[in-house]
């Protein structure tokens, strides 16, 4: 059994703080590896200032290099939006793996916004990671009502497999302020850059493998001679 950490989002861009936690809760939670999520579309953001999921990838990828870390665009490939529905797919095409949901407390804080939310509960344990800024909303939040006589002692989160489910932990890593918000705004044309190299190469998916669709093959330019 593949103990693997699951962290979904946009990546809009991908940064150091995601790959900071990533590091963090790969020995935190003993995981083989985690898969980043980058989601073609989430409900819950504007689509506007979203950078083309090729972009988004391209920037998981480099943020991801040389670790435990396989970005992936599965959730185009299952075609699922919300992460229940994409949980449920999993489950059934990986029954080799031990999943676990990884989430930052702003995403907690808002958890009771996602569709079925008990039910993802109900099918993988979950991890917070404390974000700066967020972990006293996330410990007040709706979602927590329920969620509460579920919490786990971060002191025995590395043995998440033997948890019944629901099962919450709640882990205290050392903070990054790290925020695609602000990488944004300090450079609006970030996917632009981002993706030049995506045509140069062949790039293809973590965990699939398949080549990302919509990729232009790299042809090289012809000389005059030719």
Request: glycine share 6%; charged share 25%; aromatic share 10%.
């Amino acid at each position: 059994m593949m103990r693997t950490g699951l962290l979904g989002g946009s990546f809009n861009p991908a940064h150091r703080g995601h790959r900071h936690i990533s590091l963090r809760a790969l020995d935190a939670l003993d995981l083989d590896e985690i898969w980043w999520l980058v989601s073609p579309g989430n409900p819950l953001k504007p689509a506007k200032g979203m950078a083309p999921l090729a972009a988004r990838f391209a920037s998981a990828r480099r943020a991801a290099r040389r670790a435990r870390i396989r970005p992936t665009i599965i959730e185009a490939d299952l075609g699922t939006r919300f992460t229940a529905d994409t949980l449920r797919k999993l489950l059934r095409r990986y029954p080799r793996r031990r999943f676990l949901w990884l989430m930052g407390a702003d995403n907690l804080a808002q958890f009771h916004r996602w569709r079925d939310w008990r039910a993802i509960a109900r099918m993988v344990p979950i991890a917070v990671v404390g974000r700066p800024g967020y972990y006293e909303a996330a410990l007040t939040a709706p979602a927590m009502g329920w969620l509460r006589r579920y919490v786990r002692p971060a002191a025995e989160a590395r043995h998440w497999t033997s948890w019944s489910l629901p099962s919450l932990v709640l882990l205290r890593l050392p903070p990054d302020h790290s925020s695609a918000t602000a990488l944004r705004a300090a450079d609006p044309q970030w996917h632009e850059t981002a993706i030049k190299p995506f045509y140069l190469m062949a790039l293809r998916d973590g965990v699939t493998r398949k080549p990302l669709p919509g990729r232009r093959p790299f042809a090289p330019q012809r000389t005059r001679s030719e």
